[in-house]
């Protein structure tokens, strides 16, 4: 009779290691990490419609952002020089809501508004510290194409950095309107 267990025992723990193995990348999955997003060539489509390239002007894709009940999707992008940027969906009609939770939420925090030119100037823009002896600014812009609500958040150090935010932002706007 311990004969039959031993191979029973080695039948279940085989059972066990297999849907082990098929339950890890479900898991991963049913946690957002890319929900709603496919591989296109050099970038990432969301079901929205919305691509993200690798690269886009200085910056590349670094992450890709699952949506919530506020907004749809979205692409973290990083340089090396330190300039961060994320673009998001929202859905139509709450973009604006966003941009003023945004403002909302840094006055909150005790954030000094900036009065910027160029390209920051249309977009909120807030002084956050200082990183490697430069003043840190942070600025979101709120964009539209059509019905679609996007904005546009990118961190960066003045005055050094900000000669690239109009070629950026520019860089944004030309990818959404291609949509």
């Known amino acids: 009779m311990a004969r039959?267990?031993?191979?029973?025992?080695?039948?279940l723990f085989a059972?066990?290691?297999?849907?082990?193995?098929w339950a890890v990348p479900a898991m991963a999955q049913d946690k957002g990490t890319d929900a709603g997003w496919t591989n296109v060539i050099n970038g990432m489509r969301?079901?929205?419609g919305l691509v993200c390239p690798d690269k886009l002007a200085s910056l590349n894709r670094t992450r890709v952002l699952s949506g919530s009940?506020?907004?749809?999707?979205g692409c973290v992008y990083q340089n090396a020089e330190g300039i961060s940027a994320v673009?998001?969906?929202h859905p139509s009609g709450a973009g604006e809501q966003a941009a003023r939770a945004?403002?909302?939420?840094?006055?909150a925090a005790g954030f000094?508004?900036?009065?910027?030119?160029?390209?920051?100037?249309?977009?909120?823009s807030f002084l956050?510290?200082?990183?490697?002896?430069?003043?840190?600014?942070?600025?979101?812009?709120?964009?539209?194409?059509?019905?679609?609500?996007?904005?546009?958040?990118?961190?960066?150090?003045?005055p050094d950095e900000s000669g690239e935010i109009g070629a950026l932002v520019a860089a944004f706007a030309r990818l959404l309107a291609s949509r």
């Open 69 to 73: 009940a506020d907004r749809h999707a």
């Open 112 to 124: 000094k508004t900036a009065e910027m030119t160029g390209a920051a100037a249309s977009g909120i």
């Open 128 to 158: 956050t510290g200082a990183r490697g002896g430069k003043e840190r600014c942070e600025t979101l812009w709120r964009l539209r194409n059509g019905s679609a609500d996007f904005t546009l958040w990118i961190a960066y150090s003045l």
């Open 87 to 89: 673009l998001r969906t």
């Open 15 to 21: 059972l066990l290691l297999l849907t082990a193995a």
């Open 102 to 107: 945004f403002r909302d939420r840094f006055h």
């Open 4 to 11: 039959r267990q031993v191979p029973l025992a080695a039948s």
């Open 46 to 48: 969301h079901f929205t």
